[in-house]
T-cell receptor, first 111, second 114 residues
Framework: GQNIDQPTEMTATEGAIVQINCTYQ??????LFWYQQHAGEAPTFLSY????GLEEKGRFSSFLSRSKGYSYLLLKELQMKDSASYLC????????????FGRGTSLIVHP | DAGVIQSPRHEVTEMGQEVTLRCKPI?????LFWYRQTMMRGLELLIY????????DSGMPEDRFSAKMPNASFSTLKIQPSEPRDSAVYFC????????????FGPGTRLLVL
């Protein structure tokens, strides 16, 4: 199975940069997802990394190091609306590819 | 597309009652997932279907839980009898394929069992 670890909570200031880390252990790697979930809402897709390196998408970037079992989500120019939970998810190996979700990191952005 | 549709959005019931949650996936998506989310346990996969067939129900907590998908556009998750510990948000999600594919979540059903 997969084991995913993320910090429980982080706080940051509006306009700043924040990095949310995710470490994982899996028997076979099939990519890594990041989802955003605002309070009271459903998770929504942010990014998918399957190769090492940084992928940038506007204010959000996602990094992956397969050899280290490590990923991070980088949020730049933070806005109040970025306050949400950020979930790291790793698909299973062995053919099913069904993702296991981490517990999520609750990000609080304050003025 | 309307996205994944779930009903009801909120459900309050008493212990021992039957609860039925409903989901309509995005048209053309072959996979449908039922998740449960709580503060204590996070987002847990309960069961998933591929082309209307249940593939893995190992996440279903116990026999009180059952799920069906009679056709490509409808699925139900039933709890009978319900217990207070079943209180959670239940999400339905769908995807075109399972591997490396984005899941699209419905708005969720917030269930409170008194």
């Amino acid at each position: 199975g997969q084991n995913i670890d993320q910090p429980t909570e982080m706080t940051a200031t509006e306009g700043a940069i924040v990095q949310i880390n995710c470490t994982y252990q899996t028997s076979g790697f099939n990519g890594l997802f990041w989802y955003q979930q605002h309070a009271g809402e459903a998770p929504t897709f942010l990014s998918y990394n399957v190769l090492d390196g940084l992928e940038e998408k506007g204010r959000f970037s996602s990094f992956l190091s397969r050899s280290k079992g490590y990923s991070y989500l980088l949020l730049k120019e933070l806005q109040m609306k970025d306050s949400a939970s950020y979930l790291c998810a790793v698909p299973a190996s062995g053919g099913s590819y069904i993702p296991t979700f981490g517990r999520g990191t609750s990000l609080i952005v304050h003025p | 597309d309307a996205g994944v549709i779930q009903s009801p959005r909120h459900e309050v019931t008493e212990m021992g009652q039957e609860v039925t949650l409903r989901c309509k996936p995005i048209s053309g998506h072959d996979y449908l997932f039922w998740y449960r989310q709580t503060m204590m346990r996070g987002l847990e996969l309960l069961i998933y279907f591929n082309n209307n067939v249940p593939i893995d129900d190992s996440g279903m907590p116990e026999d009180r839980f059952s799920a069906k998908m009679p056709n490509a556009s409808f699925s139900t998750l039933k709890i009978q009898p319900s217990e207070p510990r079943d209180s959670a948000v239940y999400f339905c999600a769908s995807s075109r394929t399972s591997g490396g594919e984005t899941q699209y979540f419905g708005p969720g059903t917030r269930l409170l069992v008194l």
